[in-house]
């Protein structure tokens, strides 16, 4: 059974950075590019980033994220990261991880299911 668990949320003021981890486990991920979704109060969730797992340099963001949000993933530990810098406000949501395919620069999940996902909270 895949899972998938994220971790590394938190409180942190504008400006300052996190870490997110996702732990995945239940088969092989070789094949499947990876990524991360978020979920703010009252709107849709919406794609942030995503990794090939098979090559570091295939990276996608979202435009809102980019040059201040990192992916990256250690193989050996089956596990992807987001690396969150310039926080702002409005990156105030809860944080999931999912395995699938990119299409059209996104991540299209097609492996196991939404998880509790990690909250990160951004102070102005």
């Known amino acids: 059974q895949v899972q998938l668990v994220e971790s590394g949320g938190g409180l942190v003021q504008a400006g300052g950075s996190l870490r997110l981890s996702c732990a995945a486990s239940?088969?092989?991920?070789?094949?499947?590019?990876m990524g991360w979704f978020r979920q703010a109060p009252g709107k849709e969730r919406e794609f942030v980033a995503a990794?090939?797992?098979?090559?570091?340099?295939?990276?996608y963001y979202a435009d809102s994220v980019k040059g201040r949000f990192t992916i990256s993933r250690d193989n050996s530990k089956n596990t992807v990261y987001l690396i969150m810098n310039s926080l702002k406000p409005e990156d105030t949501a809860v944080y999931y991880c999912?395995?699938?395919?990119?299409?059209?620069?996104?991540?299209?999940?097609?492996?196991?299911?939404w998880g509790q996902g990690t909250q990160v909270t951004v102070s102005s």
């Open positions: 990794i090939g797992w098979w090559s570091a340099s295939l990276t």
């Open positions: 239940g088969r092989t991920f070789t094949n499947y590019a």
């Open positions: 999912r395995a699938g395919a990119v299409v059209d620069g996104i991540l299209r999940p097609n492996l196991g299911s």
